[in-house]
RNA sequence: GACCCCAUCGUCUAGAGGCCUAGGACAUCAGCCUUUCACGCUGAAGACACGGGUUCGACUCCCGUUGGGGUCGCCA
């Protein structure tokens, strides 16, 4: 049997971190059994559903690498197929027509409540005749849902779930006006779509229940279910906006890196013994249903910046460049050219250890394009008093004078000089930053000046010790 | 409230009855490295919710309690 799985995203919002992990399960679990991944828009709630929604979806999925199969589909197509299913049920006898009032529905409920009962509707046009039925009240379409027994779901992740069918009512198939709900709509396109295995959030276990006796009044065969468990907040509620449920393009935004993210809701609630570091390769082959953990998870920032740390060292220079660039032509005003490219490309290595995301990659890059006179901060212009700028004219003689521009040449160099003038290397080192970066924090400053070039070091360090003079 | 699910360091987790003196990662703290800041390295602190069973032996199995979460729509 080949696996097939599904993505099943109402559009009413963009795609925040659960559905992106539930998307993420989902994808992993059809690339590890070589099966496939089908994505379906769930927007049969005409008010609620946006096409900016399904855009964002698509983007959020493609930005993290979870390609999917087939075309999409979009539930609202599906309507005949729907209908048709709810009417079979009704000729069946296993569903009927429902009057009731959305008065009378809540009057039920407020009574179940204060006796201390589900609130489930009570069934009172289950049996009844329908001649009985009132004129000019469109009826909405209710599943006869078995009253005895009780129904077993056997979830890959939760294990036997079972419920006494008496906590379960006659759902509703179709509306008043005729459109399919949720529940109807899943069922028959979970089967329609040839469903193998639904992942989904720990949210729709209790749909579970009914989803399978929906199945089974229809003849068809259930999918194998996976609730897993869902992603709280910092509070250890289910994640809403309250919470910043950031959608995965505000990740994006924070400099996360794809993969970074990827990895890191993948160890939310699965994991493959001490394993932390997972690349995407690694993952397709480990994942499967066993493995995921039966507690809700929550979601830590720092940890996956660490992880996204790591990411970035693993990237090669030049994509890390191609991924900061439009932040540093924001910052300069213009198009990198080809030179500060390449500076920018012999910089990464010794700037992609101190960032732990691509916006402060950028921010610490941006003194390499800086054009000159390069801004000097409070702190740095302290590191240039008298002494210093003395010392950085007759540094300027020394570097003149090199045969060579290469790091360990450079660095020779300041240290044999540093030690002529009876100073420790720092009192050389950090005035030289001051000036070549305009800051009191960088790489190396023997790499920053091996990086800068030549040319370009000797005018930052004439541009300082013209500035107050 | 009813029903369903869950329960190991602050957080994510390892743990399938003896391997546990409960391991790893992030965060925290200390030290080393060092021209700065990081990276890296070393070390410290830090958890089996509670109570009963079962067993020669429970973090692991069972029951209960407590706590947390989810669901109870003509939303999905």
């Known amino acids: 049997m080949t696996v097939v799985t599904r993505f099943a995203p109402s559009p009413t919002g963009f795609l925040h971190i659960g559905g992106a992990r539930t998307a993420l399960f989902n994808w992993l679990y059809a690339r590890h ?8 828009i769930e927007d049969t709630d005409r008010r609620r559903s946006t096409d900016e929604a399904v855009a964002a979806i698509f983007d959020g999925l493609s930005w993290l690498g979870l390609d999917w199969d087939d075309e999409p589909v979009r539930q609202f197509s599906r309507l005949p197929s729907h209908v048709e299913a709810a009417h079979r049920l009704l000729d069946e006898g296993k569903a009927y027509r429902c009057y009731a009032t959305p008065e009378e529905l809540a009057d039920m409920r407020e009574r179940a409540k204060a006796e201390g009962r589900r609130m ?4 009172r046009w289950r049996d009844r005749d329908p001649g009985d039925a009132p004129s000019g009240v469109d009826p909405v379409i209710r599943f006869k849902a078995p009253r005895e027994g009780e129904t077993v779901v056997e979830d890959a992740v939760q294990g036997t779930v079972r419920v006494a069918n008496g906590q379960l009512d006659d759902m509703v198939l179709l509306r008043s006006d005729g459109t399919p709900t949720y529940m109807l709509a899943v069922v028959v396109d979970d089967h329609d779509m040839g469903i193998t295995h639904a992942i989904r959030g720990d949210d729709h276990l209790n749909n579970a229940f009914r989803q399978t006796q929906l199945f089974r009044a229809l003849g068809w065969e259930a999918p194998a279910y996976a609730h897993i468990p869902l992603i709280h907040g910092a509070d250890g509620a289910k994640l809403s906006k309250r919470h910043g449920a950031l959608g995965v393009e505000a990740y994006r935004d924070m400099g996360i890196l794809p993969d970074a993210l990827a990895n890191g809701l993948l160890r939310l609630g699965w994991s493959h013994g001490d394993d932390e570091i997972i690349a995407r390769d690694q993952a397709i082959e480990w994942f499967d249903l066993d493995r995921v953990g039966r507690g809700a998870a929550r979601f830590d920032l720092d940890k996956l910046m660490s992880l996204n740390a790591h990411y970035i060292q693993q990237t090669k220079p030049h994509a890390l460049v191609e991924s900061i660039r439009p932040h540093l032509e924001r910052a300069i005003g213009k198009a990198l050219g080809s030179d500060n490219t390449d500076r920018l490309i012999r910089a990464m290595p010794g700037l992609a250890p101190r960032a732990n995301n691509l916006v402060s990659l950028a921010e610490s890059a941006a003194f390499y394009v800086a054009e000159r006179p390069i801004a000097v901060d409070a702190k740095a212009a302290r590191q240039l008093g008298e ?4 010392a950085l004219s007759e540094l300027l003689d020394v570097f003149d004078a090199l045969d060579s521009w290469e790091e360990d040449k450079i660095e020779m160099a300041v240290r044999g000089f540093a030690q002529a003038q009876g ?8 005035p030289l930053r001051a000036c070549l970066v305009g ?3 960088s790489p190396g400053i023997f790499e920053v000046a091996a990086v800068l070039g030549r040319e370009e070091t000797l005018d930052r360090i004439r541009d300082a010790l013209g500035s107050d003079e």
């Open 33 to 40: 059994h070589g099966g496939r991944f089908l994505l379906r």
């Open 120 to 123: 489930l509707y009570d069934g």
């Open 387 to 390: 002494d210093s700028r003395s």
């Open 423 to 430: 100073a420790k290397l720092g009192a050389v080192a950090q």
């Open 439 to 441: 800051k009191t924090v």
